[in-house]
């Protein structure tokens, strides 16, 4: 990222490290084969050892871009939008969520929850990560639990956040 203007522009959420942008059908979870269309914003510091985006940990890698022109794009092809990552939440998502909601999108998230929630969400996929838990009240906000089972014990994590997720269910 070249300069501080910009850098504070990304720390405010109103540009992002877009690493990358694209239309296809949801592949896991309840919106499964459902079209829509991706935002994976750059910027993780949870470091998975089995993460299958390395590429997207260092944020300085992906371009900073002005949240309006992403949504401009996204709004050619789908009102159904998914935030990834990276780890979304490591930036201010309420200035590209409240942009996406005013064309009438639904906005969707995957985070690890290991950054306070911010932005204005209608479907919450959470997937904690035991190198950096989630923080706050995520849990009772998901709709929604994802976890990467790598080790048997594993399980027992998953069943431990699925007992948060549905403590009020
Ligand atoms: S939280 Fe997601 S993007 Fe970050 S290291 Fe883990 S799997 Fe990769």
Known sequence: MANTAILDLVDKGVMLPLMEEFYTIQ????????????IRVGGC????????????????RHPPTPIHRIVENADKYSKTIVVTGGEPLTWDMKPLTTALKERGM????????????????????????????????IHQKAHELKVIAYYTHDFQFSEEHAAQVCEEC
Not at 45 to 60: F, L, M, Q, T, Y
């Open 106 to 137: 639904q906005t969707h998230i995957e985070t690890s929850g290991a950054y306070p929630l911010t932005g204005t969400w209608d479907w919450i996929c959470l997937s904690p990560k035991k190198n950096k838990l989630p923080v706050g009240d």
């Open 27 to 38: 592949g896991e979870g309840y919106h499964k084969g459902a079209a829509a269309y991706f």
């Open 45 to 60: 510091d949870v470091g998975c050892h089995w993460c299958d985006v390395k590429e997207s940990w260092d944020a300085e």
